[in-house]
Nanobody, 119 residues
């Protein structure tokens, strides 16, 4: 069993940066693939980034977002730079033993953190 708690969301302006954190409880954190997904109002949940040993990114965030993990702290991060209003969404952290970019492949989910980017 893995419990995930996201933090770091907030209200920012276009061009600003935010760093999201996702703290995981449970054992063997380093064995899990970790993903970030987001869901904007009226839209389906979409893939943002995932990592086991190296990051994989959605085209919409490539070059602006960086996913990283600190296995000693059981934490995964999402550094978001050059934010724009299209990045506004609830951001979710997810974990699974199998690496994937598909949300339905992830077993464990956090509660989400709101990111709002004003123009």
């Amino acid at each position: 069993q893995v419990q995930l708690v996201e933090s770091g969301g907030g209200l920012v302006q276009t061009g600003d940066s935010l760093r999201l954190s996702c703290a995981a409880s449970g054992r063997s954190f380093s064995s899990y693939a970790m993903g970030w997904f987001r869901q904007a109002p009226g839209k389906e949940r979409e893939f943002v980034a995932a990592i086991r040993w190296s990051g994989v990114y959605a085209n919409s965030v490539k070059g602006r977002f960086t996913i990283s993990r600190d296995n000693a702290k059981n934490t995964v991060y999402l550094q978001m730079n050059s934010l724009n209003p299209e990045d506004t969404a609830v951001y979710y952290c997810a974990a699974d033993l199998v690496f994937s970019t598909m949300s339905d492949q992830y077993t464990y989910w956090g509660q989400g953190t709101q990111v709002t980017v004003s123009s």
